[in-house]
């Protein structure tokens, strides 16, 4: 058998150089692909985790305020109680939609009050359900700065804890105290911002109401 001809031989060496070469880019790219996608979804996943916790907090402090509320009430003039709740237009640079509901509770049980939040721009949401003596007005509202008041929303003749957009205290300047937190009179009335110690607040509307 004779040998193949230097020059086919070359040749061969050239193919086998330029597939190996091939090869070497395709796994290359396939193995950068790869890592950047599941680099990408490590962050994605890490965004979700992050929007979900501070949506979680902030579920949390309307739905103390919502509570505040419903306790005031329960020991002085419903009709004068604004309770503030400080919450940022955006959370993890997305808009947010709050959502306030009521539970199916059996006949006798206690209400309770959903607070519900949820991302604009992921499939993200967090909710708290918590009691109250008080039926809460079911709304959406888009999130930001929340002021909670007790008045008849549906003409049953009795006062819902309504969740709004109104200013905390439209005929006085509240004042910030030492714990940060905001408090201001106006017609005999009370009301008070999210942000304070929850061990003190009762004094205060004894005071104040």
Same mark, same amino acid.
């Given at each position: ?5 230097d020059?086919f031989?070359?040749?061969? $060496? ?6 190996? #070469?091939? /090869? ?10 790869? /890592? ?5 979804? #490590?962050? =994605?996943?890490e ?11 902030l ?7 919502l ?8 020991s &002085?003039?419903?009709?004068?109680i604004?309770?503030?709740?400080e919450?940022?237009? $955006?959370?993890?640079?997305?808009? #947010? ?14 209400n309770?009050? %959903? %607070? ?6 992921? !499939? ?9 003596t008080r ?7 888009? &999130? ?9 929303? =549906?003409? !049953?003749?009795?006062?819902? /804890? %309504?969740?709004?957009?109104?200013p ?8 910030? =105290?030492?714990?940060?937190a ?6 005999g &009335? #009370? ?5 304070? =110690?929850?061990r ?10």
């Open positions: 058998m004779r040998e193949a001809p020059g031989a070359d040749a061969d $060496r050239a193919v086998s150089t330029a597939i190996g #070469y091939v /090869l070497t880019l395709t796994i290359s790219a396939m193995l950068v692909s790869g /890592l950047l996608f599941a680099g990408g979804q #490590y962050v =994605d996943d965004r979700e985790q992050v929007t979900r916790g501070e949506l979680a907090t579920a949390e402090q309307l739905a103390a305020s509570a505040d509320a419903d306790r005031m009430a329960a &002085g003039d419903a009709d004068a604004r309770v503030a709740a919450l940022p237009t $955006r959370v993890a640079g997305n808009t #947010y939609l709050v959502a306030v509901s009521n539970e199916a509770t059996p006949s006798g049980q206690p309770r009050t %959903v %607070v519900t939040l949820t991302s604009s721009g992921l !499939d993200v949401s967090a909710s708290v359900t918590f009691p109250t039926d809460a007005a079911p709304g959406e509202l888009s &999130g930001g700065p929340l002021v909670v008041v007790v008045r008849d929303a =549906d003409g !049953d003749g009795k006062g819902e /804890l %309504v969740t709004t957009t109104e905390l205290s439209p005929d006085s300047t509240a004042s910030l =105290d030492g714990d940060g905001a408090f201001a009179t106006f017609e &009335g #009370y009301t008070a911002s999210a942000h304070r =110690d929850a003190t607040e009762p004094n205060r509307a004894r005071d104040t109401i």
